[in-house]
Protein backbone atom coordinates (compact mmCIF):
# COMPACT_ATOMS: atom_id res chain seq x y z
CA UNK A 1 0.00 0.00 0.00
CA UNK A 2 1.42 3.10 -1.12
CA UNK A 3 1.90 5.70 1.69
CA UNK A 4 -0.49 8.27 0.57
CA UNK A 5 -3.45 5.70 0.50
CA UNK A 6 -2.55 4.57 3.82
CA UNK A 7 -2.03 8.14 5.18
CA UNK A 8 -6.24 8.26 3.76
CA UNK A 9 -7.03 5.17 5.77
CA UNK A 10 -5.25 6.43 9.19
CA UNK A 11 -7.31 9.89 9.19
CA UNK A 12 -10.47 7.98 8.67
CA UNK A 13 -9.39 5.74 11.86
CA UNK A 14 -8.73 9.12 13.98
CA UNK A 15 -12.39 10.91 12.83
CA UNK A 16 -14.03 7.17 13.94
CA UNK A 17 -12.14 7.76 17.70
CA UNK A 18 -13.19 11.09 17.64
CA UNK A 19 -16.98 10.20 17.33
CA UNK A 20 -16.45 6.53 19.35
CA UNK A 21 -17.94 6.72 22.65
CA UNK A 22 -14.46 6.03 24.66
CA UNK A 23 -13.68 9.61 23.18
CA UNK A 24 -16.84 11.20 24.14
CA UNK A 25 -16.81 9.70 27.69
CA UNK A 26 -13.60 11.20 28.40
CA UNK A 27 -14.87 14.70 27.11
CA UNK A 28 -17.74 14.32 29.19
CA UNK A 29 -15.67 13.18 32.45
CA UNK A 30 -13.82 16.74 31.78
CA UNK A 31 -16.92 18.91 32.36
CA UNK A 32 -16.43 20.91 34.97
CA UNK A 33 -18.93 20.19 37.88
CA UNK A 34 -19.85 23.58 39.65
CA UNK A 35 -18.34 26.24 36.89
CA UNK A 36 -20.63 27.51 33.75
CA UNK A 37 -20.59 29.38 30.60
CA UNK A 38 -21.21 32.91 30.23
CA UNK A 39 -24.56 31.95 29.05
CA UNK A 40 -24.70 28.52 31.55
CA UNK A 41 -23.24 26.21 29.05
CA UNK A 42 -20.84 23.23 29.94
CA UNK A 43 -16.94 24.39 30.68
CA UNK A 44 -13.94 21.92 30.65
CA UNK A 45 -11.53 21.86 32.63
CA UNK A 46 -7.95 21.28 31.43
CA UNK A 47 -6.13 18.69 33.46
CA UNK A 48 -2.13 20.62 33.14
CA UNK A 49 -3.53 24.18 33.36
CA UNK A 50 -6.79 23.80 35.73
CA UNK A 51 -8.51 26.29 33.34
CA UNK A 52 -11.92 26.04 31.75
CA UNK A 53 -12.37 25.96 28.73
CA UNK A 54 -15.61 25.96 25.74
CA UNK A 55 -15.85 22.56 24.12
CA UNK A 56 -14.23 23.54 20.83
CA UNK A 57 -11.09 25.03 23.34
CA UNK A 58 -10.83 21.65 24.68
CA UNK A 59 -8.84 18.28 23.24
CA UNK A 60 -8.35 15.14 24.06
CA UNK A 61 -5.23 13.58 24.67
CA UNK A 62 -3.35 10.61 24.82
CA UNK A 63 -1.18 10.29 27.99
CA UNK A 64 0.75 7.91 26.00
CA UNK A 65 1.27 8.80 22.92
CA UNK A 66 -0.47 6.81 19.64
CA UNK A 67 2.65 7.24 17.92
CA UNK A 68 5.73 5.68 19.99
CA UNK A 69 8.94 8.05 19.77
CA UNK A 70 11.21 8.32 16.93
CA UNK A 71 8.60 6.69 14.62
CA UNK A 72 6.74 7.97 12.20
CA UNK A 73 2.77 7.26 11.89
CA UNK A 74 2.94 6.08 8.37
CA UNK A 75 5.62 3.35 9.44
CA UNK A 76 3.14 2.20 12.27
CA UNK A 77 1.08 -0.65 11.12
CA UNK A 78 -2.67 0.56 10.53
CA UNK A 79 -3.71 -2.44 13.14
CA UNK A 80 -1.04 -0.73 15.73
CA UNK A 81 -2.34 2.46 15.06
CA UNK A 82 -5.66 1.84 15.83
CA UNK A 83 -4.82 -0.23 19.25
CA UNK A 84 -2.66 2.71 19.99
CA UNK A 85 -5.63 5.23 19.38
CA UNK A 86 -8.84 3.24 20.50
CA UNK A 87 -7.15 2.55 24.21
CA UNK A 88 -8.21 2.28 27.86
CA UNK A 89 -9.82 6.01 28.99
CA UNK A 90 -7.41 5.98 31.95
CA UNK A 91 -4.76 6.71 28.82
CA UNK A 92 -7.21 9.39 27.91
CA UNK A 93 -6.86 13.05 29.19
CA UNK A 94 -8.46 16.68 28.33
CA UNK A 95 -5.68 19.43 27.41
CA UNK A 96 -6.90 23.19 26.21
CA UNK A 97 -5.19 23.63 23.20
CA UNK A 98 -2.57 25.48 24.27
CA UNK A 99 -1.09 22.95 26.83
CA UNK A 100 -1.75 20.14 24.19
CA UNK A 101 0.48 21.77 21.67
CA UNK A 102 3.43 22.31 24.55
CA UNK A 103 2.82 18.65 26.05
CA UNK A 104 3.39 17.80 21.80
CA UNK A 105 6.46 19.84 21.65
CA UNK A 106 8.02 18.27 24.39
CA UNK A 107 7.06 14.60 23.10
CA UNK A 108 8.71 15.26 19.95
CA UNK A 109 12.24 16.75 21.28
CA UNK A 110 13.15 13.86 23.07
Not at 10 to 38: C, E, M, Q, W, Y
Not at 97 to 109: G, N, S, V, Y
Amino acid sequence: MNKKDKGIILNAIRLSFRKSDIFKDALRLSIHPTIKGVRGGKLYECRACKKCFKANEIQIDHIVGVVPKFTKRLDMSIQDYAERLFCNIANLQPLCKACHLEKTKKERKH
